[in-house]
């Protein structure tokens, strides 16, 4: 256990329903990460905020994805009218940012399936 | 095209023996090079993180390896064991941004 949680663990959905997942990141982390794994793939960056500001948002992340951090602590990632392409593992992580070489600690994961 | 490749993409090795992973990179400018060990259904967790100066970083059984002239990097693990199986990870950061590049990963399998 990283100290890093997410829910749900798994979301099973059908097409074109609007789905949302949790993250909990270290309390004292200041930056948090979102990625997307599908199977036989390492993780691919989605978006990141430092606090509550998102200050990057990958080419990955189309119009019906959202994600906040609104009070610099949890974060939310929405998936809008999903598409079966959207089936993948969304990760979390947390790092205490300042140095490079900061840790990052990614949660479980949250398995999506859109059938 | 910033670019993390792995070898071999998959691997099975009887326990006790050793293995070396191979990470090559074309991620540039560099900040730093990252191995994590992801089991199946779980997050990532991180093995190693090297700069540009360092050469070699060891965690337990675990030793990375990098050349920074030719953005080559190993991971060699040694007197393997049952609990070793798993996906590993190469990542490399950039130093402008704030951008993660993962490598698909090597799965590795160790056998009784």
């Not at chain 1, 959202?66 to 999903?82: H, Y």
């Not at chain 2, 199946?40 to 970083?57: A, C, W």
């Amino acid at each position: 256990d990283t100290g890093v949680s997410q829910d749900p663990r798994h979301k099973i959905t059908k097409r074109g329903q609007n789905v949302t997942f949790r993250c909990d990141p270290i309390s004292e982390h200041n930056r948090l990460y979102w990625y997307r794994q599908t199977l036989g793939q390492g993780p691919e960056f989605l978006t990141y905020f430092q606090n509550e500001a998102q200050l990057e948002k990958s080419r990955l992340l189309s119009d019906r994805f959202s994600a906040e951090r609104p009070k610099g602590s949890f974060s939310t990632l929405e998936i809008q009218r999903t598409e079966q392409g959207d089936s993948a593992m969304y990760l979390c992580a947390s790092s205490l940012g300042g140095q490079d070489n900061y840790e990052q600690y990614f949660g479980p994961g949250t398995r999506l399936t859109v059938t | 095209k910033n670019q993390v490749e792995q070898s071999p993409q998959s691997l099975i090795i009887l326990e006790g023996k050793n293995c070396t992973l191979q990470c090559n990179y074309t991620v540039s400018p560099f900040s730093n090079l990252r191995w994590y060990k992801q089991d199946t259904g779980r997050g990532p967790v991180s093995l190693t993180i090297m700069t540009f100066s360092e050469n070699t970083k060891s965690n337990g059984r675990y030793t990375a390896t990098l050349d920074a002239d030719t953005k080559q990097s190993s991971l060699h693990i040694t007197a393997s064991q049952l609990s070793d199986s798993a996906s590993y990870i190469c990542v490399v950061r950039t130093n402008t941004g704030n951008q993660f590049y993962f490598g698909t990963g090597t799965s590795l399998t160790v056998i009784p």
